[in-house]
């Protein structure tokens, strides 16, 4: 009977291979928490551009955290609700099988905090109010009185602490950062006894991001994910394929690392086209050469989607900068070169480059110099480029 594919290209995967440094330190952020009862006065936030294992990384601190008998709350930022809103809704969410006078009473502060800032409350109300870059930070006494009160009502129910993860940070409305900025700031000086933490993690321009809203930049410690390792790739390959009776041949498992260049997302998409290239096998299987050619196929539609995708979502400058980049090759690019190739200075260049990596399309490789964070997305470029030249060709006079 065939095998549904262990691989999750495009979601969270169930195993995080090469990143047990990070989930090292985590765990030691944890039991400081957890073994002390202490607060964790900064906030980690590992960053990354798209497709590194970002969101994976943080669900698997999540699993560590729910694993030490924390009470974990999840937002992602950029939805309507605002920051500290998506917070507060997942806090009512995760505690509404408490009793019911520690439920009352958080179900009090959620209302009271709603009216400040706009978290909803039983009726779950949604924010309507629209952030002002420059204004001060709201409702942050508020904010800490409803997480001082998760956190008892966290261990009168036995559990250990509370955990806060928050993904996409880069996206979290202005006003949100700030009053979760300054929470942390007074907490530190205050409640220091209290045993919570929060963990997020984002793009690459994330530090810049929170810069430009909160003014101390200590209240958070950023980590940055590079790409897997070859073993930690042959890892996340193996490992699943193992788990159901399939084994790889050591040619097929060395090509399928060579294709997916260190990139998570790759490897769990050539992993996914390998397996569906085999059809699927059952225990007692091999995947082989073979089965990666084809799989390699299947997946350049896959990823030629993606970049599309991406491609089409920016603006003629942003693709101008593109080109230039594609035109040097794969790996990193001068600024210098890019902006020589374009005809302009490399000033004319920040404005296109901030927003490709806002998007997290390109990333910084070193001093003055930029790359694609996808592997094959600059051939995919010259692609697009040698096409439209060959078309231009061909059009009659």
Same mark, same amino acid.
């Given at each position: 009977?065939?095998?549904?594919?262990?691989?999750?290209?495009?979601?969270?995967?169930?195993?995080?291979?090469?990143?047990?440094?990070?989930?090292?330190?985590?765990?030691?952020?944890?039991?400081?928490?957890?073994?002390?009862?202490?607060?964790?006065?900064?906030?980690?936030?590992?960053?990354?551009?798209?497709?590194?294992?970002?969101?994976?990384?943080?669900?698997?601190?999540?699993?560590? &955290?729910?694993?030490?008998?924390?009470?974990?709350?999840?937002?992602?930022?950029?939805?309507?609700?605002?920051?500290?809103?998506?917070?507060?809704?997942?806090?009512?969410?995760?505690?509404?099988?408490?009793?019911?006078?520690?439920?009352?009473?958080?179900?009090?502060?959620?209302?009271?905090?709603?009216?400040?800032?706009?978290?909803?409350?039983?009726?779950?109300?949604?924010?309507?109010?629209?952030?002002?870059?420059?204004?001060?930070?709201?409702?942050?006494?508020?904010?800490?009185?409803?997480?001082?009160?998760?956190?008892?009502? +966290?261990?009168?129910?036995?559990?250990?602490?509370?955990?806060?993860?928050?993904?996409?940070?880069?996206?979290?409305?202005?006003?949100?950062?700030?009053?979760?900025?300054?929470?942390?700031?007074?907490?530190?000086?205050?409640?220091?006894?209290?045993?919570?933490?929060?963990?997020?993690?984002?793009?690459?321009?994330?530090? !810049?991001?929170? &810069?430009?809203?909160?003014?101390?930049?200590?209240?958070?410690?950023?980590?940055?994910?590079?790409?897997?390792?070859?073993? +930690?790739?042959?890892?996340?390959?193996?490992?699943?394929?193992?788990?159901?009776?399939?084994?790889?041949?050591?040619?097929?498992? !060395?090509?399928?690392?060579?294709?997916?260049?260190?990139?998570?997302?790759?490897?769990?998409?050539?992993?996914?086209?390998?397996?569906? +290239?085999?059809?699927?096998?059952?225990?007692?299987?091999?995947?082989?050469?073979?089965?990666?050619?084809?799989?390699?196929?299947?997946?350049?539609?896959?990823?030629?989607?993606?970049?599309?995708?991406?491609?089409?979502?920016?603006?003629?400058?942003?693709?101008?900068?593109?080109?230039?980049?594609?035109?040097?090759?794969?790996?990193?690019?001068?600024?210098?070169?890019?902006?020589?190739?374009?005809?302009?200075?490399?000033?004319?260049?920040?404005?296109?480059? &901030?927003?490709?990596?806002?998007?997290?399309?390109?990333?910084?490789?070193?001093?003055?110099?930029?790359?694609?964070?996808?592997?094959?997305?600059?051939?995919?470029?010259?692609?697009?480029?040698?096409?439209?030249?060959?078309?231009?060709?061909?059009?009659?006079?």
């Amino acid at each position: 009977m065939a095998q549904p594919s262990p691989y999750t290209p495009g979601e969270a995967a169930r195993q995080v291979p090469g990143r047990t440094l990070q989930l090292a330190e985590i765990d030691e952020r944890l039991s400081y928490m957890i073994d002390l009862r202490r607060l964790v006065g900064r906030v980690r936030v590992d960053i990354a551009p798209r497709g590194l294992g970002k969101t994976s990384l943080l669900r698997e601190a999540q699993r560590h &955290a729910d694993g030490r008998g924390a009470l974990t709350v999840w937002a992602t930022a950029g939805e309507d609700l605002g920051l500290i809103a998506a917070i507060g809704e997942d806090i009512r969410r995760r505690t509404e099988t408490w009793a019911t006078e520690t439920r009352g009473r958080l179900r009090q502060l959620l209302e009271h905090l709603q009216v400040t800032v706009g978290v909803p409350g039983v009726a779950q109300v949604k924010a309507s109010w629209q952030p002002e870059h420059a204004a001060p930070a709201r409702g942050v006494r508020e904010f800490e009185l409803l997480v001082r009160e998760t956190v008892k009502g +966290a261990l009168d129910e036995g559990r250990t602490g509370l955990v806060v993860f928050i993904d996409e940070i880069q996206a979290a409305d202005p006003d949100g950062l700030r009053t979760l900025a300054y929470t942390w700031q007074h907490m530190q000086s205050e409640a220091g006894d209290v045993p919570a933490a929060v963990f997020a993690a984002g793009l690459p321009n994330a530090p !810049e991001t929170i &810069a430009e809203v909160v003014t101390f930049s200590e209240r958070f410690a950023y980590r940055r994910l590079e790409p897997l390792t070859d073993e +930690a790739a042959q890892i996340a390959l193996a490992g699943p394929a193992g788990e159901l009776g399939v084994r790889w041949d050591r040619d097929a498992l !060395e090509a399928a690392t060579a294709v997916a260049q260190g990139y998570p997302y790759s490897v769990q998409l050539i992993g996914d086209s390998t397996w569906a +290239a085999a059809s699927y096998p059952d225990g007692g299987s091999t995947l082989t050469t073979e089965h990666v050619r084809e799989g390699r196929r299947r997946m350049r539609q896959d990823l030629n989607a993606l970049f599309r995708a991406r491609w089409e979502k920016c603006a003629p400058s942003e693709q101008q900068l593109m080109q230039a980049m594609a035109a040097h090759g794969d790996g990193p690019v001068r600024r210098a070169d890019i902006a020589q190739y374009l005809g302009v200075t490399t000033g004319d260049l920040s404005v296109p480059r &901030a927003r490709l990596i806002d998007k997290g399309i390109v990333d910084i490789a070193g001093h003055g110099q930029l790359q694609f964070t996808i592997p094959g997305f600059a051939g995919y470029v010259r692609g697009r480029t040698e096409t439209r030249a060959d078309a231009r060709e061909s059009r009659p006079d």
